[in-house]
């Protein structure tokens, strides 16, 4: 005979084997391990690609043209390719993606207008990026007469980055405390004054966290640039706006998919990569960084 | 002359207003140029001819569109990758989210993060350079020579023959670029979308729903099993359909990796051509306004419309996790 209490707590817990548990354990583990994928993945082509490109880089490498029919020279053009580019994206995206965001964090009302701005918001950051690099071609380059330019490649890269910096523009905005906007509007401020003075500058270290991560995204891209901006060759710097420029990404993929002298360039292809990802998760990291201070500086 | 406040506040909101509607009018471009460029191709061979066409010439002498070979070197592609990508992607989510320490946590997090905007080029290029050779030189001779001798000598009936005979058949990899080479690499790129969208959602479980079912006996496991995953699932599907979106329109490996054979594929070593592969590899080459120049928008629309639609699903299917998350006031 059971006591009451046994029966009726009898069905909500069943009793455990001792099997059970270790299956349970195992299968913990098991996904313990798969847990560590995405971070053994990362080390492993870093590891390759640092393994590889640290002989080649140096100082020679990232400040000089490249020679003798790409085989030989640094990467100059594409490094100053790659930073206009992103320099200039970022410029036209910021402005707009941060207006959005208090667009929609402090004035918008809750109604078709907000839920449309959402909607194509959301829908632009699933579109893949060769479609960007599409559009761009027939906008930018084509109807614009920009012709494969830096700013036809700028433009196309600031639309294709512009619903990142929206979300996260928000969000950081989203979490300064109602309180301190209703305390700014109550000592008479303007609602002009009360987003200017005291909620961007609250909000700035998670928008600039975006906007690190933003510039590392928009470096590494290829196909948006592929059909608007990046070019095999040029020497030194682009002169106007209006001219096509080397990219770092294009360049990798450029030596290791065309021409004659695949495995000639191989050590130039492997220095480019290394050049590219340190430059990419640099910024990822002073990203992170500026984020993680800023969490342990919040009191509220 | 300085603006009364009234005046200046008008115009902030005016201006903001113009520049947050800026968003919708860039996508209503977007699909506007794409299927204007893509008409021209859709209107002169047919919509179903264009879908339904197997062979992709498109600089043949008499070209022809068939897009199928591309569509389906997507579909295949995007599938090996879902078989890997979802089991990883969740079981770090799941990992971070509920098996690993703070300061695990605090580690992985910003790794996943660098993952996710780890230049897809670089991912390619390994793809190439050491996966590749990796299959052909070392996994190949491996799987198809080595293995089935070791199985003939073995003399069982059934595996001894029609087995060997199989793995002699189907695990001989002729060339490294293939479908099997991209997936692995399309894997790294996904595993951060789905995990760390999963992660967020499986963190917004309440704490006490856990609390509830340890308090009656049940083990981590258990936990996870009954209570956390099936209330965050619909947090799991969206990231489980953004993985796919991912997946469909990366670019780049596909394009170093995946062989470029514009053939319908039969088995995971076979090289393919996906959707985004053929417009990157293909369009620098298509003079403007041929019809490949719009075969290729054609490609392009088809993309667009097909992550549209995944973009309304995900949509549809988060709307009903913020539902969810509201039981945290309960």
Redesign the interface.
Known sequence: MKGQSGDI?RP??PQ?RAS??I???L??S???V??????V??FL?LA??AYHGVGVLSWDFITKNPTDAMTAGGILPAILGSALLTFICMVVVLP?GI??A???TE??KPGT?LK??N?????????????????G???FV??FKCGMSLIAGSLTLA?MV??YI?STSEEAIKAVPQSFREASLAIGA???HTIIKVVLPLSLPGILTGAM?GT??V?????PI??TAAAFFTSGLPRSLFEPVMAL??H??VL??AGTNIEKT?PI?YGT?LT??VL??GM??VG?IIR?RERRKKAW | MKLH?RK??EL??N???I??????V??L??AF??F??AFNIFYKIGAFKLISGTQWYPTADTPSFGMLPLIMGTISTTMLTALFAI??GL??A???AE??SHRIK?F?K??????A??????????G???IAPILTTWLSPLLSDKLPTLIRGTGIPFLSTVVADLCYDKLFIASGLNMFTASIMLT?KS??VI?SIAEDSIASVPRTFREASYS???????T?RHVVIPSSLSGISVAII?GF?TI?????IV??AAGGAAIIPNWIFDAVRPM?AA??AE??EAP?RSLHYHA??GV?AL??VF??I???IS?FVSKRFRKVKLGEKL
């Open positions: 707590i909500l817990v455990r059970a548990s299956k349970g354990n299968i913990l098991i996904i313990s798969l847990g560590y994928t995405g971070a993945v990362l082509v390759f690609v707009i207006m959005t208090v667009f929609l004035y918008s207008v449309l701005v909607m194509s918001i959301y829908t632009l950051a699933g579109v893949p990026s060769v479609v960007y690099g599409l559009f071609l027939a906008v084509i109807v639309i512009l619903p929206i303007t609602k002009l991560i590392a995204k470096s590494g891209e290829t196909a592929m059909f990404p294009y990798i993929y290791a998919t191989r292809q990569a590219l990802i990419v998760l990822n990291l992170i993680s | 406040w200046q506040e902030t909101e201006v903001l207003k520049v947050g509607l800026l968003s919708v860039v996508l471009m977007i140029f794409l204007k460029e089991p990883l079981a770090t799941v990992y971070i098996i690993a605090e992985l910003p790794i996943i993060e660098m993952l905007s780890f230049p897809s080029v670089v991912f390619g290029f390994f190439m350079v050491i790294a595993i951060p995990a009656i006996g049940a083990t981590k496991w258990d996870i953004l979106a469909v329109g990366e670019t780049m394009l170093m985004p417009i990157a369009m620098a403007y290729l928008f392009g993309l667009f992550n549209f995944l973009s309304l949509d």
